[in-house]
């Protein structure tokens, strides 16, 4: 059985550009969420896709957005980035209905300069 | 405002002995009370969870009290290990309404985190 996986592990950015996270999901898994964790802080709900669709999304500005794909894989994209934007992003997958049982990803570090 | 927390940044505790950590919570429309562990540069990883219409549940070593009334839960490591030592969080489950689309959706709203170590 395959873990999630997220690339890149690490990631440094400049603020006012634009950054791609990706996620695939475990196998079985049709549901994907997305979570910042702040340094010191947990993690937080930014969205959640089902059917490729985004079905949930947590307290996040608009520059923040995502896919999912026929694969049930998925991206996390953020415009404009800010300095508070720097973060650990961790990718979650489920099954739909079954969101008790998120299965987490190791994450990437963004750094935004 | 932070709907779930925990107070204590930092616990520690004798190889052996009993390792209890606390969580606090406000909404009372949250309906599972999870823990998870983490170790650095690894995701969290799922340990025990509790329904919201029970008190106890208990998992080998592990076990998660849930007090409704206080809305205050616990989780109770017995005996406690070295490789215990961890950051651990306490997260709420609660489900959105459905979309357009007709699905509902899982949020897990996460409290800060209380960082353990098991001294040998």
């Known amino acids: 059985e395959t873990g999630v996986t997220q690339s890149p592990t690490h990631l440094i950015k400049t603020r006012g550009q634009q950054v791609t996270l990706r996620c695939s999901s475990q196998s079985g898994h049709n549901t994907v969420s997305w979570y910042q964790q702040a340094l010191g802080q947990g993690p937080q709900f930014i969205f959640q896709?089902?059917?490729?669709?985004?079905?949930g999304r947590g307290n996040f500005p608009p520059r923040f957005s995502g896919l999912q794909f026929p694969n049930y894989s998925s991206e996390l994209n953020v415009n404009a980035l800010e300095l508070d934007d720097s973060a650990l992003y961790l990718c979650a997958s489920s099954r739909q209905g079954s969101f008790w049982s998120l299965h987490f990803g190791n994450g990437t570090r963004l750094t935004v300069t | 405002d932070q709907q779930v927390k925990q107070n204590s940044p930092s616990l520690s505790v004798q190889e052996g002995r009993i390792s209890i950590l606390n969580c606090d919570y406000t909404n009372s429309m949250f309906d599972y009370f999870l823990w998870y562990k983490k170790y650095p540069a690894e995701g969290p990883t799922f340990l025990i969870s509790?329904?919201?219409?029970?008190d106890k549940n208990e998992d080998g070593r592990f076990t998660v009290f849930l007090n409704k009334s206080a809305k205050h839960l616990s989780l109770h490591i017995v005996p406690s290990q070295p490789g215990d030592s961890a950051v651990y969080f306490c997260a709420a489950m609660s489900f959105g309404g459905a979309n357009a689309g007709g699905t509902s959706y899982g949020k897990l709203t996460f409290g800060q985190g209380t960082i353990l170590t098991v001294h040998p």
């Open positions: 509790i329904s919201s219409i029970k």
């Open positions: 896709y089902y059917r490729e669709e985004e079905n």
